[in-house]
């Protein structure tokens, strides 16, 4: 199994609350969140590959024994270029992970990934409907709408930004990635390529409600993050 990291971005939400450095740059009781993720990663035998763009030269100091892709237009695309630049791994001989690099999540919610069967499934939270980012509606685990906006009685909950994308599935996925770059789409998310399939066929999520995780977009998703691994700290 591979995966797929994103960090491209430049985070301007919360870019001047940590120093202008990228978002998944941020030190986690003393290290910075995508080496928890990429080491975790790499406990359960998944090779990383990982997108850079702004500030790449801060993260070639502390990747070690990942692949890097680096997207030079970060500055006027979205993560649907960064993740052409990676379109390769799709090759469909291992199944993908495919994360946003500034989201904390742990094992419990990559064995969820590991261990489900569908060729496409996305996680999202039903427990975060108020607060939440970017939503979800859904019915019978299928994803029906999204959007930043969706009606109250539309919304099923926020989506992770981890998502896994089977071996069977990737050459399907590939294609619909390279049709919307040509056409000059560069300011989609890469999950908007799986959202175009909605009307064709099925795009499967899981609820991972009860289980944590967290993006860092804004100075409160930070100090969530750092009060949840002081609760662990006192658990112990």
Same mark, same amino acid.
């Given at each position: 199994?591979?995966?797929?990291?994103?960090?491209?971005?430049?985070?301007?939400?919360?870019?001047?609350?940590?120093?202008?450095?990228?978002?998944?740059?941020?030190?986690?009781?003393?290290?910075?969140?995508?080496?928890?993720?990429?080491?975790?990663?790499?406990?359960?035998?998944?090779?990383?590959?990982?997108?850079?763009?702004?500030?790449?030269?801060?993260?070639?100091?502390?990747?070690?024994?990942?692949?890097?892709?680096?997207?030079?237009?970060?500055?006027?695309?979205?993560?649907?270029?960064?993740?052409?630049?990676?379109?390769?791994?799709?090759?469909?001989?291992?199944?993908?992970?495919?994360?946003?690099?500034?989201?904390?999540?742990?094992?419990?919610?990559?064995?969820?990934?590991?261990?489900?069967?569908?060729?496409?499934?996305?996680?999202?939270?039903?427990?975060?409907? =108020?607060?939440?980012? @970017?939503? !979800?509606?859904? %019915?019978? $685990?299928?994803?029906?709408?999204?959007? +930043?906006? /969706?009606?109250?009685?539309?919304?099923?909950?926020?989506?992770?930004?981890?998502?896994?994308?089977?071996?069977?599935?990737?050459?399907?996925?590939?294609?619909?990635?390279?049709?919307?770059?040509?056409?000059?789409?560069?300011?989609?998310?890469? =999950?908007?390529?799986? @959202?175009? !399939?909605?009307? %064709?066929? $099925?795009?499967?999520?899981?609820?991972? +409600?009860? /289980?944590?995780?967290?993006?860092?977009?804004?100075?409160?998703?930070?100090?969530?993050?750092?009060?949840?691994?002081?609760?662990?700290?006192?658990?112990?």
């Amino acid at each position: 199994m591979k995966a797929i990291l994103l960090a491209a971005g430049k985070g301007t939400r919360i870019s001047r609350k940590i120093s202008n450095i990228p978002k998944s740059l941020v030190d986690i009781k003393g290290k910075p969140l995508i080496l928890r993720t990429i080491e975790m990663l790499k406990h359960n035998n998944i090779d990383v590959s990982v997108v850079l763009g702004y500030k790449r030269e801060l993260f070639l100091e502390i990747l070690d024994e990942v692949k890097i892709y680096y997207n030079p237009f970060y500055s006027v695309t979205n993560s649907i270029a960064s993740l052409w630049f990676a379109k390769d791994e799709f090759s469909g001989k291992e199944d993908i992970i495919v994360a946003n690099a500034d989201v904390y999540w742990d094992e419990e919610i990559l064995k969820t990934l590991c261990n489900s069967k569908e060729d496409i499934l996305m996680l999202y939270d039903s427990s975060r409907k =108020e607060e939440g980012d @970017y939503l !979800f509606y859904v %019915e019978d $685990n299928i994803l029906k709408d999204h959007g +930043k906006e /969706l009606l109250p009685e539309k919304i099923s909950g926020e989506y992770v930004g981890v998502s896994i994308i089977r071996k069977e599935f990737q050459e399907k996925f590939r294609e619909r990635l390279e049709l919307l770059v040509s056409q000059e789409k560069y300011n989609l998310w890469w =999950e908007n390529v799986l @959202y175009s !399939f909605i009307n %064709e066929r $099925n795009v499967y999520v899981k609820d991972i +409600k009860g /289980l944590f995780w967290g993006e860092v977009d804004y100075i409160e998703d930070y100090h969530r993050i750092i009060d949840h691994f002081n609760e662990l700290e006192v658990e112990k």
